[in-house]
């Protein structure tokens, strides 16, 4: 509820997103749409055209930014299958932590926000009175 939800449909092969928290704290940019992609599915490794689409960017939009993911080593190359590049999280690096937990609070946060509304409805319907004919 509180994360994207990436899932392959069989026919397609398209993800399908919702806006995740993250995204509503940083802003909706590209740069922070792949990190989101990755923090989400951080125990995979992905090569940068499934990034493109987890992130529901173009090919062209990520190879813009790609360049500074990786000068700033958010992105680490985890191994190569055939031709293939794999990347994932580079979750060793400090400023990754920190979007990390960062990524926790925020959902956190959420969590309780979402508990307290569903609180103060369950509340309202014990107060309202009843109807009479």
């Known amino acids: 509820m509180f994360k994207h939800i990436y899932e392959a449909t069989p026919m397609t092969n398209t993800f399908s ?3 995740s928290v993250f995204l509503d704290f940083f802003g909706d940019k590209p740069n922070f749409r792949v990190i989101d992609f990755l923090l989400e599915n951080r125990l995979r490794d992905f090569t940068k055209t499934e ?7 173009s ?3 990520l190879f813009n930014y790609w360049e500074e993911l990786e000068k700033h080593r958010i992105v680490k190359l ?3 299958v055939g031709r293939a590049k794999l990347y994932q999280l580079n979750e060793s690096e400090p400023v990754v932590k920190q979007l990390k937990a ?3 609070q ?3 946060q959420a969590a309780m926000l979402d508990e307290e509304k569903i609180a103060v409805k369950a509340s ?3 107060t309202k009175p009843a109807e009479s004919d």
């Open 124 to 126: 309202a319907k014990k």
């Open 78 to 80: 985890t191994r190569v």
């Open 59 to 61: 090919w062209a939009t």
């Open 51 to 57: 990034i493109a689409k987890g992130a529901n960017i």
């Open 17 to 19: 997103e919702s806006k």
């Open 106 to 108: 925020l959902v956190k």
């Open 102 to 104: 960062i990524e926790i």
